[in-house]
């Protein structure tokens, strides 16, 4: 099924620009023609690598269209994908010749089916559901086919909707049972009374989803989504914006973020967390958590809560979002499959909240830094002063005031970001050289070198990532472990987008625009290679000390997306590794051996396998003593894993002098956060081995410095 992978999408080198490539007119008067005329000529001319508009591209485009359009196949008949397949080798001629009968026959049909199934979804609610039946629902939809009639349909839509209503029929259950416990007199309500109340909330659910926004969907909407999946068949990171998306796109450059403090994407009909960010309502609430998937939304005013599943992304967001100080309390799935409440208070979040951050900490009498960086962020337009290099090196000379003797780097969750900006960064920490290779198709390669040979840090240094560290995050990764100049602690490999993209305004296509706005189109146009020659692009960086985490098990990584580019490999940059110091393979031998046998990271894998196999089950029972069976067993099974977040590494970090000074003059939370992220590191396994190695790494500099001197 095509998915809506952009979680992963940070920008690397951002370019609202004209369309320089090309002089071709485009002039036609139909608005949907003449974006279809400049869309293809851009994906032929300026993708890295396109591919051809063809009966293959044909063939794809259809089955990931309807998918699309129709992921839980609860619209389309079996004879309606019999009478558009009539188009499934032609799609392609169409695109060249401008034209969108494909897109009007599928879409005519898509409004008629969805006002059949507002029919059937009441039709459906109407009655009451029996949870004594033994019956059961499976959510994997992929593997289902299309319904023959009405009457499979019907049956169809009926399990959705009582596997949609059996939570609310547990939560209504739950809440009763907890006002006789608070109150002896109180008058439980009857089995039937609370099952009319679930499908009753079920019901508003679904009118709202139909009638407030699939109705709202205007013609320019579903076009936009006919378009998005023409340009996703390219690779997962180039996508189309539409006008209304252009816009919070460029609301979200601008540097704040209002509602809860989260970043959402649409995964299949899923609206899933993809980030926290730092500071904001939802980070400081701990208990929403990246891949949490959002099922309901109900506002402070409201007595029951939205099921927002199916819904338009922008639509849940606006949903999720509020007037600062209101609360929203969201329904969510966890990783592990259990269902929870969660109330957020709404506020304004800025984008600083982000920025590079430090802390000292003393282990056996030594004195260590770490440093944790978010994103690579970057303003372009005043670069000088908002960069994450630029912070980062001055984060380093605080920590070098307070002694530090060694230094961790944590990338991990950190998605991306500037490639200027990673370039000058991994010269902070080597004399100078290449950094990464560039190269776009038919061009000669660029090496992007670090020309400045001051080095801000010449001491032991440790760079821990994740499967999501990603991009911006797998170049420094990289560079760093080709130069041997860091050792690598994390999973088995980095997310692997190996790919820069640039964001282009349609709008400069044209000359004179009369056709309203077009919106715009984020385009991969660059591939990017390691100074060893090799490629990130699905294999990512292996880390030199792997750890299982969270993610170990979860398909998350570039290699797991629809149309990735393949791996590939180049001649590698002239370098010359960093000869400096330390006993590189011993310290990673110890510190594998010290992974292998520590009961923490035993723990943390046998979390994450479980959690995997939670995420594969896919048939749910809709008998509701089973249900509740089953929901108990998940909640005993993961009340092992609760010692997780039990541990603690008793170790003391705290700010720098330059930041309790900050501390101490700050009006704000700043204070707060810092004692959070202190407590949070405290707990965290993989810090403390990071400053094991940093330990090791100490120990053998002195010996390799002395060799390399007397060598001399």
Same mark, same amino acid.
């Given at each position: 099924?095509?998915?809506?992978?952009?979680? /992963?999408?940070?920008?690397?080198?951002?370019?609202?620009?004209?369309?320089?490539?090309?002089?071709?007119?485009?002039?036609?008067?139909?608005?949907?023609?003449?974006?279809?005329?400049?869309?293809?000529?851009?994906?032929?001319?300026?993708?890295?690598?396109?591919?051809?508009?063809?009966?293959?591209?044909?063939?794809?485009?259809?089955?990931?269209?309807?998918?699309?359009?129709?992921?839980?196949?609860?619209?389309?008949?079996?004879?309606?994908?019999?009478?558009?397949?009539?188009?499934?080798?032609?799609?392609?001629?169409?695109?060249?010749?401008?034209?969108?009968?494909?897109?009007?026959?599928?879409?005519?049909?898509?409004?008629?089916?969805?006002?059949?199934?507002?029919?059937?979804?009441?039709?459906?609610?109407?009655?009451?559901?029996?949870?004594?039946?033994?019956?059961?629902?499976?959510?994997?939809?992929?593997?289902?086919?299309?319904?023959?009639?009405?009457?499979?349909?019907?049956?169809?839509?009926?399990?959705?909707?009582?596997?949609? $209503? =059996?939570?609310?029929?547990?939560?209504?259950?739950?809440?009763?049972?907890?006002?006789?416990?608070?109150?002896?007199?109180?008058?439980?309500?009857?089995?039937? +009374?609370?099952?009319?109340?679930?499908? &009753?909330?079920?019901?508003?659910?679904?009118?709202?989803?139909?009638?407030?926004? =699939?109705?709202?969907?205007?013609?320019?909407?579903?076009?936009?989504?006919?378009?998005? $999946?023409?340009?996703?068949?390219?690779?997962? !990171?180039?996508?189309?914006?539409?006008?209304?998306?252009? +816009?919070?796109?460029?609301?979200?450059?601008?540097?704040?973020?209002?509602?809860?403090?989260?970043?959402?994407?649409?995964? /299949?009909?899923?609206?899933?967390?993809?980030?926290?960010?730092?500071?904001?309502?939802?980070?400081?609430?701990? &208990?929403?958590?990246?891949?949490?998937?959002?099922?309901?939304?109900?506002?402070?005013?409201?007595?029951?809560?939205?099921?927002?599943?199916? /819904?338009?992304?922008?639509?849940?967001?606006?949903?999720?979002?509020?007037?600062?100080?209101?609360?929203?309390?969201?329904?969510?799935?966890?990783?592990?499959?259990?269902?929870?409440?969660?109330?957020?208070?709404?506020?304004?979040?800025?984008?600083?909240? $982000?920025?590079?951050?430090?802390?000292?900490?003393?282990?056996?009498?030594?004195?260590?830094?770490?440093?944790?960086?978010?994103?690579?962020?970057?303003?372009?337009?005043?670069?000088?002063?908002?960069?994450?290099?630029?912070?980062?090196?001055?984060?380093?000379? !605080?920590?070098?005031?307070?002694? /530090?003797?060694?230094?961790?780097?944590?990338?991990?969750?950190?998605?991306?970001?500037?490639?200027?900006?990673?370039?000058?960064?991994?010269?902070?920490?080597?004399?100078?050289?290449?950094?990464?290779?560039?190269?776009?198709?038919?061009?000669?390669?660029?090496?992007?070198?670090?020309?400045?040979?001051?080095?801000?840090?010449?001491?032991?240094?440790?760079?821990?990532?994740?499967? =999501?560290?990603? @991009?911006?995050?797998?170049?420094?990764?990289?560079?760093?472990?080709?130069?041997?100049?860091? =050792?690598?602690?994390? @999973?088995?490999?980095?997310?692997?987008?190996?790919?820069?993209?640039?964001?282009?305004?349609?709008?400069?296509?044209?000359?004179?625009?009369?056709?309203?706005?077009?919106?715009?189109?984020?385009?991969?146009?660059?591939?990017?290679?390691?100074?060893?020659?090799?490629?990130?692009?699905?294999?990512?960086?292996?880390?030199?000390?792997?750890?299982?985490?969270?993610?170990?098990?979860?398909?998350?990584?570039?290699?797991?997306?629809?149309?990735?580019?393949?791996?590939?490999?180049?001649?590698?940059?002239?370098?010359?590794?960093?000869?400096?110091?330390?006993?590189?393979?011993?310290?990673?031998?110890?510190?594998? +051996?010290?992974?292998?046998?520590?009961?923490?990271?035993?723990?943390?894998?046998?979390?994450?396998?479980?959690?995997?196999?939670?995420?594969? +089950?896919?048939?749910?029972?809709?008998?509701?003593?089973?249900?509740?069976?089953?929901?108990?067993?998940?909640?005993?099974?993961?009340?092992?894993?609760?010692?997780?977040?039990?541990?603690?590494?008793?170790?003391?970090?705290?700010?720098?002098?330059?930041?309790?000074?900050?501390?101490?003059?700050?009006?704000?939370?700043?204070?707060?956060?810092?004692?959070?992220?202190?407590?949070?590191?405290?707990?965290?396994?993989?810090?403390?081995?990071?400053?094991?190695?940093?330990?090791?790494? #100490?120990?053998?500099?002195?010996? #390799?410095?002395?060799? @390399?001197?007397?060598?001399?």
């Amino acid at each position: 099924m095509k998915r809506n992978y952009k979680a /992963m999408l940070l920008v690397l080198l951002l370019a609202f620009a004209s369309c320089s490539f090309t002089t071709k007119k485009f002039d036609n008067p139909d608005k949907d023609k003449l974006l279809i005329q400049i869309i293809t000529f851009v994906l032929e001319q300026g993708h890295f690598d396109p591919i051809q508009f063809d009966d293959t591209f044909s063939e794809d485009f259809f089955e990931d269209y309807i998918s699309i359009t129709d992921p839980f196949k609860r619209y389309f008949y079996e004879s309606d994908i019999k009478d558009f397949e009539k188009f499934k080798l032609t799609i392609d001629d169409q695109l060249k010749a401008t034209d969108i009968t494909f897109f009007n026959v599928v879409n005519q049909r898509t409004l008629q089916r969805i006002a059949e199934a507002k029919e059937i979804y009441k039709a459906v609610l109407a009655k009451p559901f029996d949870y004594t039946i033994n019956e059961s629902y499976d959510s994997d939809t992929e593997k289902a086919d299309f319904p023959k009639n009405k009457k499979e349909m019907t049956e169809r839509w009926r399990k959705q909707l009582k596997f949609s $209503t =059996i939570s609310n029929y547990d939560d209504l259950k739950r809440e009763e049972k907890q006002k006789k416990e608070k109150d002896p007199s109180y008058t439980v309500k009857s089995d039937a +009374e609370i099952e009319k109340e679930a499908r &009753e909330a079920t019901l508003k659910s679904l009118n709202i989803i139909f009638e407030d926004y =699939i109705d709202d969907q205007t013609r320019e909407d579903w076009f936009a989504i006919y378009v998005n $999946t023409i340009v996703e068949e390219f690779d997962p !990171h180039t996508y189309y914006l539409a006008p209304k998306n252009k +816009e919070d796109f460029d609301q979200r450059m601008s540097g704040k973020l209002e509602g809860i403090g989260a970043r959402l994407q649409k995964r /299949m009909d899923y609206i899933k967390v993809v980030e926290l960010i730092s500071g904001g309502p939802a980070w400081k609430g701990e &208990e929403l958590e990246v891949e949490d998937v959002i099922l309901k939304v109900k506002q402070e005013d409201e007595d029951t809560p939205v099921d927002i599943v199916g /819904m338009r992304i922008n639509d849940a967001i606006n949903y999720i979002k509020g007037p600062k100080g209101t609360k929203v309390t969201l329904t969510v799935k966890k990783v592990d499959g259990t269902i929870k409440d969660i109330t957020i208070t709404r506020d304004i979040v800025e984008i600083i909240d $982000t920025y590079a951050k430090a802390s000292v900490v003393e282990k056996d009498g030594k004195k260590f830094g770490i440093i944790n960086l978010p994103a690579f962020y970057v303003d372009f337009q005043d670069y000088k002063n908002i960069n994450a290099a630029k912070d980062v090196k001055a984060e380093i000379e !605080h920590l070098k005031a307070e002694g /530090m003797e060694g230094l961790v780097l944590d990338l991990r969750n950190n998605g991306g970001g500037s490639l200027p900006t990673v370039v000058e960064m991994a010269g902070l920490f080597i004399k100078d050289g290449p950094i990464v290779q560039v190269r776009s198709t038919g061009e000669a390669k660029e090496v992007l070198k670090d020309r400045d040979k001051s080095i801000s840090w010449d001491g032991p240094l440790v760079i821990l990532v994740n499967e =999501i560290s990603a @991009s911006a995050s797998e170049i420094m990764s990289a560079a760093m472990q080709d130069y041997k100049r860091a =050792i690598i602690i994390g @999973s088995k490999q980095t997310y692997g987008k190996g790919t820069v993209q640039n964001v282009m305004n349609l709008n400069n296509m044209l000359r004179n625009n009369n056709a309203g706005d077009l919106g715009a189109l984020a385009l991969t146009t660059q591939k990017y290679y390691r100074i060893n020659g090799g490629s990130v692009q699905l294999e990512g960086v292996k880390s030199d000390v792997t750890v299982p985490g969270r993610f170990t098990y979860i398909n998350v990584g570039e290699k797991d997306k629809d149309n990735p580019l393949p791996w590939d490999e180049i001649d590698p940059a002239i370098y010359t590794p960093w000869e400096n110091y330390f006993d590189y393979e011993t310290t990673v031998a110890k510190s594998n +051996e010290r992974m292998k046998n520590n009961p923490q990271i035993a723990l943390i894998d046998e979390n994450a396998k479980w959690v995997k196999n939670k995420i594969d +089950e896919t048939v749910f029972s809709l008998n509701y003593n089973d249900y509740v069976k089953q929901n108990e067993k998940n909640e005993a099974e993961s009340k092992k894993f609760d010692a997780i977040d039990d541990y603690n590494a008793h170790l003391n970090f705290y700010s720098t002098t330059f930041e309790k000074s900050l501390i101490e003059n700050d009006s704000s939370d700043l204070k707060e956060k810092r004692e959070r992220w202190h407590k949070s590191l405290s707990k965290d396994v993989y810090i403390e081995e990071a400053l094991n190695v940093l330990e090791d790494l #100490k120990a053998s500099y002195p010996i #390799k410095k002395v060799a @390399s001197a007397v060598k001399k």
